[in-house]
């Protein structure tokens, strides 16, 4: 759990360092005018549902630019993207 942590301060670091924010109401609507995922194209019907029923949603923030490479938090850098294909992206080794 410990490691989770530290990722988890690393990337939020990475975030605030790469600046950009967006509102829950402009997520909303970037979700509204996406029926498919960015990446796979696939219709959010389509998906299976995660593996984990705590999550009900199939799709995810997935960053065009990732955070790892300089990426913003802009919501023009966010794009709606499966779990699928958001999870199965590698930034690179995380470096401490």
């Known amino acids: 759990m410990d490691c989770r942590n530290a990722r988890g301060r690393l990337r939020e670091q990475r975030l ?20 498919t995922c960015a990446e796979c194209n696939r219709p959010w019907s389509v998906i299976p549902p995660r593996p ?13 630019i990732a955070v790892y490479h300089g990426g913003t938090n802009d919501i023009r850098n966010i794009q709606a993207e499966c779990y699928e294909c958001n999870f199965g992206k590698n930034a690179g080794p995380l470096k401490r």
């Not at 984990?52 to 065009?64: I, P, Q």
């Open 16 to 35: 605030k360092a790469n600046g950009g924010r967006h509102t829950v109401a402009e997520w909303r609507a970037l979700l509204k005018t996406s029926p």
């Open 52 to 64: 984990d029923r705590r999550y009900k949603a199939v799709w995810t923030k997935g960053h065009k």
